[in-house]
């Protein structure tokens, strides 16, 4: 990726103008993390499973769009990931999940200040 830099000197009232390859990395942690919430479904699965457990009808309830085999397909894949628990018939966030309320607060709160 190149980046194009428009320098000024203030002294000698030259202008430079710089072209420079930069080679962005993204943190692979932070990546993951993306992965978690970028899949369909994941991360208003987990914003339902915030307040409380749910039975898997309360939480297609809660998702009226998502069919049934997608959302226990994505239930797997977080339980997979460690996000969420199967308990008692209830779904439900581990630390991890819970780990990620204040970043699921943050969306909500970009998204009702800018949507």
């Not at 990395?25 to 993306?34: I, T």
């Not at 779904?91 to 309320?101: A, E, H, K, R, S």
């Amino acid at each position: 990726m190149s980046v194009r830099m428009h320098i000024a000197c203030k002294n000698s009232g030259l202008c430079y103008t710089y072209i420079m390859k930069v080679d962005y990395k993204l943190c692979p942690k932070y990546e993951k993390v993306f992965k978690w919430l970028g899949k369909r479904w994941n991360g208003l699965i987990l914003r339902c499973l915030l307040d409380q457990p749910m039975r898997f009808t309360d939480l297609a309830g809660c998702l009226q769009s998502c069919s049934d085999k997608v959302l226990t397909e994505r239930l797997k894949e977080l339980e997979n990931e460690g996000l969420i628990e199967h308990v008692d018939n209830h779904y439900q966030l581990t630390q991890l999940g819970f780990d990620l309320n204040q970043s699921l607060n943050s969306i909500q709160s970009f998204a009702d200040k800018n949507l």
